[in-house]
Structure formats: C-alpha cells, structure tokens
C-alpha cells in the first residue's frame, strides 16, 4: 500500500512540475506576444502621425494656396 502511494505521490509531483514547466512557457510567449503587439502598436500610432501631419499640409496646400508663401509649406 505504501509503494502505490508514493508511485501516485511521484506521478502527481511529475505532473505538476510537468504543468509548472508548460505554464512558464506559456507566460514566455504570452509576454512576447504583448511585446510583439506593442511595438506593432506603436509603428501604427507613428505612421498615423505621419499621415496626419502630411494630410494637413495637404490640405492647406489645395484649400489656402496663396498662403503657401507666408507659412513656408510645401506641396
């Protein structure tokens, strides 16, 4: 009786450390995923201030032409 406890006292201990073993990995990957998704996030934000930017002068470009001159723009 004590031999098949300490085999299931060992299969279990095995398990776990098993889990253990599975649950770092996954946080690994979970916390590069949210590194990856950041600086995905961050190219995003910076190409869309570009184009902000790029659609103001544009926009002062086409509707104020004559005042191109004055604020130094160009089209």
């Known amino acids: ?3 098949v406890l300490q ?5 279990l201990q095995s398990f776990v450390n ?3 073993d599975q649950n770092e990995i996954l946080v690994q990957t979970v916390e590069e995923l949210e590194r ?4 995905r996030v961050a ?15 544009n ?3 086409f509707i104020l ?3 191109i001159d004055a604020l130094n723009l160009t089209c």
């Open 1 to 3: 009786m004590l031999f």
């Open 7 to 11: 085999h299931q006292l060992q299969s």
């Open 18 to 20: 098993e889990l253990s």
């Open 36 to 39: 990856e998704a950041n600086d």
């Open 43 to 57: 190219l995003v934000e910076s190409k869309l201030q570009k184009t902000t930017l790029t659609l103001k002068v």
């Open 59 to 61: 926009k002062k470009c």
């Open 65 to 67: 032409p004559r005042y």
